[in-house]
């Protein structure tokens, strides 16, 4: 499991602790710091199963900026929207942790959490 963090947002260390309680093992990725290409976004979308839209933070000063909340939502304005989340990453919603399975969860609540550890645990 990965979790992509901002050290100062609350949710991602409520999510670090439970899966710290929970005795996972992770690796921490701070997103604003190494941040993800456009083709690690489109792969991380696709593990998601959202859009980009579904994953900005459209409240943030930069979305508000861009005039992100204009945009279209929908495959004309997907690459537009992949390219703001590379440039400007503090756009990018969080924490989000990939599971063992493929998938990923945006993991805000504890109920996402728990989710991603449920489709890493080993099998048996």
């Known amino acids: 499991m990965e979790i992509w963090i901002n050290p100062a947002c609350s949710k991602c260390r409520s999510a670090i602790s439970l899966l710290d309680a929970e ?8 997103y604003l710091e190494d941040v993800p290409g456009e083709d690690e976004l489109r792969a991380m979308l696709d593990r998601l ?3 980009p839209w579904d994953i900005t933070r ?51 609540t504890e109920e996402a959490v728990r989710e991603a550890l449920s489709r890493s645990q080993p099998a048996g």
């Open 58 to 108: 459209t409240q943030e000063a930069p979305a508000k900026e861009l005039g992100v909340k204009d945009w279209p939502r929908d495959a004309s304005a997907r690459e537009q929207w992949i390219k703001a989340l590379a440039e400007h990453p503090k756009l990018i919603q969080r924490p989000i942790i990939t599971a063992d399975d493929g998938t990923a969860v945006v993991a805000r």
């Open 23 to 30: 005795g996972a093992g992770y690796t921490v990725r701070r």
């Open 49 to 51: 199963g959202l859009e």
